[in-house]
């Protein structure tokens, strides 16, 4: 009985507040600089996102107008405007047909066209990943703070009672396992590689 009294102290509770709020503002400015990553990948991936598409869409109209020229040069009797076809191709089109001048329309064709717009969109995929890892650490140091809170309730609920109080000890108890708890979260809280 006497070591739950020895619990209860004046001393035992001072550090546990101590220890617990400095945690729980550590926990929290960690919780904030993981949000704040989050918000940055998210935002540089969105615009990838948003270049990626205009390059898509750049792509499409020079596919469209590379379909126009050979058309053009397909069904012409001039030899004039055959070499005006021919020199308006653009530089993957001059490429695919010297590589294979019976498929200009190749695959290699196509990934050649859309491979600024691929770039993108794969660079946005992976930071769309790294905001997600950073969300995980900040849940997790929420919980971290959510379980230091807590122990810092109870100990400074347990300061308020009377040192003859029987519920003082059993605070302080409750506030040392919510400090435990809460180096156990913060001790799982997922990394982020570099």
């Given amino acids: 009985m006497k070591f739950l009294r020895v619990l209860g102290s004046e001393i035992v509770l001072g550090t546990l507040v101590a220890v617990l709020s400095v945690f729980t503002a550590f926990a929290s400015y960690q919780g904030s600089m993981a949000d704040s990553k989050q918000n940055e990948h998210e ?11 205009a390059e898509y869409l750049t792509a499409n ?20 405007k055959a070499a005006y076809y021919q ?25 050649a066209m859309y491979a600024t717009a691929n770039d993108y969109f794969a660079q946005s995929d992976a930071d769309f990943e790294t905001a997600g890892q950073w969300d995980n650490r900040g849940d997790g140091l929420q919980l971290v703070v959510l379980f230091m809170a807590l122990g810092l309730a ?41």
């Fill in 43 to 53: 935002i540089k991936a969105m615009q990838e996102l948003n270049d990626g598409n």
């Fill in 61 to 80: 109209q020079f596919i469209v107008y590379d379909y126009n020229m050979y058309d053009g040069w397909y069904v012409t009797d001039d030899e004039a």
């Fill in 87 to 111: 020199d308006s191709y653009s530089e993957q089109l001059q490429a695919s047909i010297a590589a294979n001048p019976d498929d200009p329309f190749s695959s290699a064709y196509y990934d």
């Fill in 154 to 194: 109870f100990a400074a609920w347990a300061s308020l009672l009377n040192s003859e109080s029987n519920l003082r000890p059993v605070f302080a108890i409750l506030a040392i396992a919510m400090a435990i708890v809460g180096v156990v979260a913060y001790l799982g809280v997922p990394a982020i590689a570099a």
